[in-house]
Each structure stands twice: as structure tokens, then as C-alpha cells.
């Protein structure tokens, strides 16, 4: 790091890019366990949070190229366990981590466990180096220590017939997950030793969670590969998993197929010949490569890569995409107080409360007419209704009442027979109804009759 003079001085971008180097070249990938808390998932698929424990915490971001690849929903208050590097966000200023791997903090207990249980036999000596045993060029049988219903067992018998189909093998059942996997496979193990028939073993099962695999971390089962005077072959899961067996096992492959490979005919001599040279090219390559590589270093800490800068522009997008959010909110505040006094103003002035006092004032005009204009109109009123009455009186309808009926020809009344003639249909009209009939003949109230 190079400091400015006085008479040059850094800029706070240059300062906290320079902290920002020293932060990440000083601190490798680490792992980290605490409690999430102010946990916040933006639009732009990046998570923001703090992780605490009960005396410090440390803002955290995981971006969404990394946190998609989680099969568990984070949330506040959970435990997790971590993996990430250390930096600095630049733009604030701010100390924090970028997240690599989150996984819930329950399988980071059977990692301490599993860590812990390892150092112990390690210390015990037990995956020392001097007590691997070279694996046999030309083995005459070969067993294989696993379940005989699954994925590995094929793999393996597959891989033997294609190498050498001339090997017998025999097949020691046992599970390998659940409760009794341990103890299925210790006695898988003694069999195989008590009877003595092949010349090297194979014990392992394919991939799963560090549960599926946790059968093959019990202790009892690694001392017993430890021990296990027949050289043996533990093939756990698949490359990026590790059982404790493979560490006491005389070697360990990275899947049960390369575990048929390793003990198949001649590959121990050409494995160990490029082991060695492996060994001395590395050494040399080491040699020719350390100043520049100590150079490259150096520079490295210096450059930020493209990814890094777009994860500080997608921090610094969300943080004014929420500052933009509160200053719309509290603008929206603003015009809705300036707008309230207009509407107050508005109701007062509302077509329906001014018909309200209208109505309100006529009532009260009706009530200071004089008495003798009062008195007037109710007069009027008694004489209209007498006059109602005297009308009813005259009318045809109070006539039907008393026992007389009108007689119509289609809309027109009857009142002389001239109107008439035989078969013309004619209503009668009743105070209660109406009657109708067909005229059979008509005859004039003299001596003379019509013709019918």
C-alpha cells in the first residue's frame, strides 16, 4: 500500500479502496455462526442483512448469483452458519461481509462435531501417513463393503467388468444410512477380515447430505478401518464429500467408481509414478513461480474485479432506490396536508349542504306566516274538500253504486237503440264489474219493432 505525502492527499474513494485491499487480501474465505437479523430482500434479488451473536454484529450482503443456489428460505432469528469474505462497501464507507454459502446452523453442529472427532483421532495418530499400506498390483479378489441395492455397488461392479472381468468380487451387505448403518458396516468389516478371501477392500456409498453420509464419521467404524489388516479403500459420498473413514482408510477415493479404478491391475504402479512426478512438478513450478506469483498477489489486491464492482453498484442501487421511496412518500405527505384545508374549504361549499339551509330556512319562513294566512288556507282546504265530495256525488262511477250500469258499444256509450243492431257485442258496466253480451234483436219501446 502506498501512503500519500501531505502535499498529495488521498481521496476518501482512494482511502477506503485501499482498506478495502488490505481487508480482502488480509482475510482468506472463513466461516461464520450467529443469528440473522434485519434481514431484507430488495427487488433486485440481493439479500441485505446483520449477523449477530450476543456481543457483536456485522452487516452482511449475498448476492443473487449466490443466494439462488440455497435450497432453504433464510428468516430472522434463525442460526446459520456462514462462509465469506471480509470487505469494505465502499461508497459508505461500511465494514462488512459478502456471503459465498449459507446453510441453517444445524448442519454446522455436525461439522464441529465431525471436526472435532477428527482432530482427536488425528492426534491419536490414526490417519498418520506411515500407516497407509500400498494398494496390491494384482489383487485376486476384491470385496465391497455397501449396500447391494445401490447406485455405488453398480458403479463399481461396472467399472471392475470393464477393467478386469477376470477379478471375482465379493459383495459385503450393509446399509449405509439410518441408525443402524454404523454397526451394519462394522459387521460387514469383521466378515470380510474373518474370512480372509480378498486381497483388498472397498467400503463407501454414493453422494448425499452430511446426515445421509454421518454413518460412516462413527468412531467405532473409523478405528476399525484403522485396523483392518486387509488394505482398504474408502469411498464416501462423492468428490466434495469426506467421511472420517476415508481419513483411516489406506486410501481414499473421491467416488466409488474411482475406487473400482484404483484397485483395478497395474493403476497403483502408474498412479504412484504420477504421483511423483506430480510431486516434483509442483516443486518446480513452485520455484519458477513464486516471485511472480507473490507480484500477482500484490496486484491482485490492488485490481477489483468487474463482479465486485458490479455488487457494490447493486448495494449502492438499492440504497437510493430506497431513499427514492421515502422522499415519494414524504412529498405524498406534503401534498395531501396542502390539499386538506382546499377540501374542508369545498365541503363547506357542497351544492348539497347550501339545499340543506335552504330547506332549513324555508321551514322557518313557514313557521313566521301570519295566523290569518294560516287560517285562510286551511278554509280553502275544507272548501275543496266539500267541493271533492258534491263531485263524487255527480259522478257516474257513485251513480253504478246505487244500482244503475252503462252500457257501451266498443269506447262508445249506448243511449238509444238507433245505435244498435242485431249481433254487435256490447259491455255492461256494474259498480263491481263488467258484462258483456251479444245482441239477439233490438225493439223500440212503441208498437213498431227493427228488423231482426
Known amino acids: 500500500m502506498t501512503f500519500s505525502s501531505r502535499a498529495e492527499p488521498l481521496s476518501i474513494s482512494q482511502l477506503n479502496l485501499e482498506a478495502q485491499g488490505l481487508l480482502e487480501g488480509s482475510f482468506p474465505l472463513i466461516w461464520l455462526q450467529g443469528e440473522l437479523s434485519n434481514f431484507s430482500r430488495p427487488a433486485s434479488g440481493h439479500w441485505y442483512f446483520s449477523l449477530k451473536d450476543s456481543r457483536a454484529q456485522i452487516n452482511g450482503a449475498m448476492f443473487r448469483n449466490r443466494n439462488r443456489l440455497l435450497d432453504f428460505n433464510p428468516q430472522n432469528g434463525q442460526q446459520v452458519l456462514i462462509r465469506a469474505k471480509v470487505t469494505l462497501y465502499v461508497p459508505r464507507g461500511n465494514f462488512q461481509i459478502v456471503v459465498e454459502h449459507m446453510e441453517p446452523a444445524g448442519q454446522g453442529a455436525l461439522k464441529a462435531q465431525f471436526d472435532a472427532l477428527k482432530a482427536q483421532l488425528q492426534a491419536e495418530g490414526l490417519f498418520a501417513q506411515e500407516r497407509k499400506r500400498a494398494l496390491p498390483a494384482w489383487p485376486t479378489q476384491i470385496g465391497v463393503i455397501t449396500s447391494p441395492s445401490g447406485a455405488a455397488i453398480r458403479d463399481i461392479l461396472q467399472v471392475l467388468k470393464r477393467r478386469c472381468p477376470s477379478i471375482p468380487v465379493v459383495i459385503y451387505p450393509a446399509a449405509v444410512q439410518g441408525a443402524d448403518a454404523p454397526a451394519q458396516l462394522r459387521q460387514a468389516l469383521d466378515v470380510a477380515i474373518a474370512r480372509d478371501e480378498c486381497d483388498v477392500l472397498i467400503i463407501g456409498r454414493g453422494g448425499g447430505s452430511l446426515e445421509d453420509l454421518w454413518g460412516f464419521n462413527d468412531e467405532a467404524l473409523t478405528r476399525a478401518v484403522a485396523a483392518c489388516p486387509i488394505p482398504i479403500v474408502s469411498a464416501v459420498g462423492h468428490e466434495v464429500d469426506t467421511g472420517l473413514t476415508d481419513f483411516a482408510a489406506d486410501l481414499r477415493a473421491p467416488t466409488p467408481s474411482a475406487a473400482a479404478e484404483l484397485v483395478s491391475p497395474d493403476l497403483s504402479v502408474v498412479t504412484q509414478r504420477l504421483g511423483g512426478l506430480h510431486r516434483r512438478l509442483r516443486w518446480v513450478m513452485a520455484q519458477q513461480l513464486r516471485a511472480p506469483q507473490e507480484r500477482l498477489r500484490h496486484l491482485s489486491q490492488r485490481l477489483r474485479s468487474p463482479r465486485q464492482s458490479l455488487e457494490q453498484s447493486s448495494q449502492r442501487l438499492d440504497e437510493l432506490q430506497g431513499r427514492l421511496q421515502r422522499h415519494m412518500q414524504q ?20 351544492p348539497e349542504r347550501l339545499l340543506a339551509d335552504r330547506q332549513q330556512r324555508l321551514q322557518t319562513l313557514e313557521k313566521r306566516l301570519p295566523q290569518p294566512l294560516l287560517r285562510l288556507i286551511q278554509q280553502q282546504q275544507v272548501q275543496l274538500g266539500n267541493l ?5 256525488t255527480a259522478s257516474p262511477l257513485e251513480t253504478l253504486g246505487r244500482g244503475y250500469s252503462i252500457t257501451f258499444k266498443g269506447e262508445e256509450a249506448v243511449r238509444s237503440i238507433s245505435q244498435l243492431q242485431a249481433g254487435d257485442t256490447l259491455t255492461t258496466r256494474l259498480a263491481d264489474g263488467e258484462v258483456s253480451a251479444r245482441v239477439e234483436r233490438v225493439q223500440a219501446s212503441d208498437k213498431g219493432s227493427a228488423p231482426e
Open 331 to 350: 412529498r405524498l405527505a406534503l401534498v395531501q396536508s396542502r390539499l386538506r384545508p382546499n377540501q374542508q374549504r369545498l365541503a363547506r361549499l357542497s
Open 388 to 392: 271533492g265530495k258534491r263531485l263524487h
